[in-house]
């Protein structure tokens, strides 16, 4: 009886380890969530600055103290760098969100001012001043 308990023993401890051997560890979460192919993608130091050109009718200015000049305007440009002289063309949205900016402006439908101090000076009709109105200098020509 003792010889047939240990045989008995030894063969369910063998098919317990031959059954576990089968395994792989993955679960069934682990095969039905898809892996991301490898791909390269840029860092966010990759993407350049944006530095006034008009893209997709949209120009950002982002330095200090610099001068800058689009003459052929654009649909939307947003001053976010301070102290800057900027001679635009014709635009439709002026967003000023920084300090001490002067602007001359060929045109101009509507003025955002987010910020202080800036100065703007604009041909055509006079245009909307929304926003902080109270400080900023919009003139005309």
Known sequence: MRRTLLTTTAGIAFAALALTGCTSGTTEADEAT???ASSETAAATDFPKPTGECIDGIAT???NDTEYELPDGCETVDIIGSGNTITLGPVTNLILESDGNTVDV???ETINNLSFGNTVTHGGDAPEVATGADDVAVSAR
């Open 34 to 36: 898809p892996t991301p």
């Open 61 to 63: 200015f982002v330095d």
């Open 106 to 108: 060929e045109s101009v």
